[in-house]
């Protein structure tokens, strides 16, 4: 099993949608948890961190985490074809700062 | 700030020849993350720095990677010699840690290395 799993899309959503990605991990421990946005030839990008239960907003969007169940969860309101991406999520392992990754999200959203 | 900085942003060499990706950190960062992205295996983690040790190598994929950080701000990761299936995007990142959370990874523009 792989230590953070996601699917790997693509994901399309017309514009002006909700796009929900979804994430899970392995590590009980994990305490720290980000969305990280990757446009194609370009580099992951922050766009949003989480550390507790609960959900997290930030503009259009809202991180959600759910430690009992091991997901974490990144919402996009109003998406726009800019956020047209894949989007990463990395979860630390609890064992001294080391950020694992997703395979990522392809997100497409159409005009 | 101007951010994680590496360099070269693209690279091409024959295989066989010696490649060393330079990476500096952001002010005040302690710790670093060298990455390799491919369509297959996706982001992976070869080796993470904190305060200029190495804490954990076990992605390297084999000897002939080996990573450095000479100074507090700087770090190089060299494969000798270069393979054809070595071919990908390298990554650097760093953060500052803090004793409670970890802190937001930032990543530099990358470097495309391409072995022929």
């Known amino acids: 099993q792989k230590e953070v799993e996601q699917n790997s899309g693509p994901l399309s959503v017309p514009e002006g949608a909700i796009a929900s990605l979804n994430c899970t991990y392995s590590d009980r421990g994990s305490q720290s948890f980000f969305w990280y946005r990757q446009y194609s030839g370009k580099s992951p990008e922050l766009i949003m961190s989480?550390?507790?239960?609960g959900d997290k907003e930030d503009g259009r969007f809202t991180a959600q985490l759910n430690k009992a169940s091991q997901y974490v969860s990144l919402l996009i309101r109003d998406s726009q074809p800019s956020d047209s991406a894949t989007y990463l999520c990395?979860?630390?392992?609890?064992?001294?700062?080391?950020?694992?990754f997703g395979g990522g999200t392809r997100l497409m959203v159409k005009p | 700030d101007a951010g994680v900085i590496q360099s070269p942003r693209h690279e091409v060499t024959e295989m066989g020849q010696e490649v060393t990706l330079r990476c500096k950190l952001i002010?005040?960062?302690?710790?670093l993350f060298w990455y390799r992205q491919t369509m297959m295996r996706g982001l992976e983690l070869l080796i993470y720095?904190?305060?200029?040790?190495?804490?954990?190598d076990s992605g390297m994929p084999e000897d002939r990677f080996s990573a450095k950080m000479p100074n507090a701000s700087f770090s190089t990761l060299k494969i000798q010699p270069s393979e054809p299936r070595d071919s990908a995007v390298y990554f650097c990142a760093s953060s500052r840690d803090t004793p409670l959370l970890n802190t937001e990874a930032f990543f530099g523009q990358g470097t495309r290395l391409t072995v022929v």
């Open positions: 002010s005040g960062h302690n710790s």
């Open positions: 990395a979860v630390d392992n609890n064992a001294g700062n080391m950020l694992t």
């Open positions: 720095f904190n305060n200029n040790v190495p804490i954990d």
């Open positions: 989480i550390y507790s239960n």
